[in-house]
């Protein structure tokens, strides 16, 4: 089992900044792709950003050039730096743990970020 416990979010103005982190425990030995989804009310979850094996980076169009994803692996950790922050980014955000080897999949409880206008 891994466990991903999140931190970070909250309320912001638009133009703001926002860092959240996902700290990963447990059997995380096999994971190799770690990320962030989002999911605003009403909308479907949807991917924001993913990190593999610590190097391969993928974004959704929707916030490329504004959000940075990371992850420190000494600390089993991973970010996502959120930049020029707007209201349509509003939403509950999901930290993702996976194996693309085993199909294992966990999701941390997730954490509101709130961007008013």
């Known amino acids: 089992q891994v466990q991903l416990v999140e931190s970070g979010g909250g309320l912001v103005q638009a133009g703001g900044s926002l860092r959240l982190s996902c700290a990963a425990s447990g059997f995380i030995s096999g994971i190799n792709v770690m990320g962030w989804y989002r999911q605003a009310p009403g909308k479907q979850r949807e991917l924001v950003a993913t990190?593999?094996?610590?190097?391969?980076?993928n974004y959704a169009e929707s916030v490329k050039g504004r959000f940075i994803i990371s992850r420190d692996n000494a600390k089993n950790t991973v970010y996502l730096q959120m930049n020029n922050l707007k209201p349509e980014d509003t939403a509950v955000y999901y930290c993702?743990?996976?194996?693309?080897?085993?199909?294992?999949?966990?999701w941390g409880q997730g954490t509101q970020v709130t961007v008013s206008s």
């Open positions: 993702n743990a996976k194996s693309s080897y085993s199909g294992v999949n966990y």
């Open positions: 990190i593999v094996s610590g190097s391969t980076i």
